[in-house]
């Protein structure tokens, strides 16, 4: 699937959801936290209710009572310039309590996430002896130059097994481990549990279609396994029918020179989305065709 715009975000959410899940009645999850205007917001904002209790899950070792999350997809780079832009929004996220020092700093801490080490990043600690240790596999502490506990989670790096949700979110994987991935999903019980593995197998399969091929003329391949994908398959397939429509919609109409608002009225009649959803459409794939 060459046409396909991948919406990592949400499927990270849903794969920390996953991930922290034996802890899930002491957590609240605030996604796209807005710090104080729209531009300024963190990906994922994690509390913990009760601030004593420990998380099972190795990500949530480092955990205190309030969590910034950022999640950076494969397309993203993460340098000194993005680390320290991290801790900067935990900051802002310190100073916007309702009274002073109402969020405590030492209650504060931030996550990075990147399926691939950011090797430039980490040859800077280097340079400038910043102590990184290394308590599990793919999960760094930052021990110096950071105002908050801070680690960085490497997604290649988690164990497999420990971690099947998180090391989903890869355009690189093997057909064991989308196998492995299957499995768990057979697995769930939780309605709950299964909307969110549903989010995260989506983009799994979007981004391995290759994998998805083979597994799919795989003869030794579980049918119970299989038939979890193709309900996947055939919303992403659809999806990818309708944002080829809405894409040609606007391409057309820019080439006629039309105004955004003749476009937006066009997608209306022709897709049957809301004004708003038109809108949104025309602000993400209309600056491809300019």
Known sequence: MNDKIIQWHPAFAAAMD???RENRKNLEYNKEYNLNTKPLEVDLLIIK?????QIVNEIGKLFRGNNIIEYKSPEDSLDIDMFY?????ASLYKSYGKTVDERKADDITVSIFREIKPAGLFTYFKSHNIKITNPYSGIYYVMGSVLFPTQIIVGSELDKKSHVWL??????????EMKDLLENIERLKLKLDKELADSVLEVSIRANWEIIKELRRDKNMCQALLEIMEPEID??????????KIRMIIEL??????????????L???TGVPYEKAKAYLEQYGRQFL
Not at 235 to 244: D, G, L, M, R, V
Not at 253 to 266: F, H, T
């Open 167 to 176: 090391r989903a979110l890869s355009g690189q994987m093997r057909e064991q």
């Open 235 to 244: 919303k992403i397939k659809n999806q990818i029918k309708n944002e080829t």
């Open 85 to 89: 832009k991290a801790g900067a929004y």
């Open 49 to 53: 209710k009760d601030k004593d209790s």
């Open 18 to 20: 996953l991930e922290l």
């Open 268 to 270: 209306q009649k022709k």
């Open 253 to 266: 109409g820019q080439e006629d020179g039309l105004s955004d608002d003749v476009i937006i009225e066009r």
